[in-house]
């Protein structure tokens, strides 16, 4: 990825602190339009606070974050979504008693003001079409399993226009073919245009998927590069060495 490709997410030396806790420290990188870029880093590493700063949870002490070339520093969440950017949560939060459709819907209203609901709930049912989960529509959301709640999750996102789509853990306690069918699905996600930005401790998952990795310690970016060139970094191997993911992939 190079120079002349068009820019989706920006970060700046983006730092933030709990009281004396440096969290995230200095985190600048990169995110290219159709690029799926992962996130990765032993625990307590700042991925989490890092996803929460880039989704407008909470707001940098200091540095500065650009989506598609606008300054959204302190931008909040609405507006970031507003602007292109999408989150599809690890726990996931639908609306229980709401239909899969419904909730669907609920993304389509919130991320395009002024869309009306047929409209709404008719682009709700071509990503529930897109995300393999047409024949769930009815059901209510609390009866779904977890990878469709994951898929739901995911079309929920979408249905809000994202450019760029976050993703936290999606694959965090699926079983290994249920795995499979995420990763197609966050692909599938990518072929229609949307560039990913997702964290995830599988190691497999970050080699099938990623096309960079940017890896984080201590809140700080120690490597960023391919999965191969990053997974052969003497920082990275130190860092994951003792920790119970590993680097074993
Ligand atoms: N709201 C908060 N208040 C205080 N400290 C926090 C808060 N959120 C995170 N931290 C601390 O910041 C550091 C980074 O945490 P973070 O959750 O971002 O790491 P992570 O890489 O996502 O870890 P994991 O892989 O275990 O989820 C940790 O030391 C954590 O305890």
New binding site residues.
Partial sequence: MSAGLEVVLRAERLSKS??G?K??QNVSFTHYAGEILAVI??????????L?LLSGVYRPSSGRLELLGQDITHAPMERRCHAGLGRAFQVVRPFPEMTVLENVTVGALFGMPGTRLPEARERAYDLLERTGLADQADRAAHELTLLQDKRMEVARALATHPRVLLLDEVMAGLRPGEAAEAVELVRSVRDGGISVLF?E?IMPVVRDLADRVVV?DG?EVIATGSYREVTAHPQVVTAYLGTEEGLGA
């Avoid at 880093?41 to 890092?50: F, S, V």
């Fill in positions: 709990f009281g806790l969290a995230v880093g032993p625990n307590g590493a700042g991925k989490t606070t890092l929460n964290i401790h984080m809140g």
